[in-house]
């Protein structure tokens, strides 16, 4: 079983009751697919940080710590690995010596991608085993989910 009985949900209404659902299922889902993240030989943690600095550019290592949701230390030591492994390279700050912004190489965009690759063939064959009419409500959920995660967004939404 996926979530808890409806009785013992933290989150009460019909509202709540789905988005226990979803949190469940998605939890799982994720926990699942980063099973193959594992063959990358760098872990989640590190796939992570180069999936923002392959979507989003170079960033400093505060504003990685701060998207990624973990302490300035711990971001360090992430980057160093990365470093260290030639998938990132610190360089200056524009317009500032003083800093610094982390940006991932070609060999670190090449793994990235090899990763996703992976994560994502994992995931078509599972979905390839769902009979067509499972396959539509997923692809007519999509963009809800993507709407919902516009409406998570923090600055729109911010945590109580």
């Known amino acids: 079983m996926i979530s808890p009985d409806h009785e013992s949900r933290a ?3 019909p509202e709540g ?3 226990d659902d979803l949190h469940s299922a998605t939890l ?5 697919l980063r099973r193959s993240d594992g063959r990358s030989g760098i872990g989640p943690a590190r796939l992570s940080v180069l999936s923002v600095l ?3 550019g170079a960033k400093t290592p505060g504003e990685l710590a701060r998207i990624e949701d973990v302490k300035p230390p711990t971001m360090s030591a992430i980057v ?3 470093e260290r492994d030639r998938l990132v390279r610190r360089r200056a700050f524009p317009g500032d010596g003083r800093r610094v912004v982390v940006a991932v190489t070609l060999a670190g965009r090449q793994l990235f991608s090899r990763a ?3 994560r994502l063939d994992r995931l078509s064959r599972a979905i390839a ?3 067509d009419d499972r396959q539509a409500m997923l692809r007519a959920a999509v963009p809800v989910i993507i709407e919902l ?5 923090d600055r729109l939404n911010p945590d109580p």
């Open 54 to 56: 392959v979507y989003g």
């Open 116 to 118: 996703r690759v992976a």
């Open 28 to 32: 799982h889902l994720l926990r699942r």
């Open 11 to 13: 989150v009460q209404g």
């Open 17 to 19: 009751v789905l988005a």
């Open 80 to 82: 160093a690995g990365l």
């Open 129 to 131: 085993t769902l009979a």
């Open 149 to 153: 995660v516009r409406a998570l967004d």
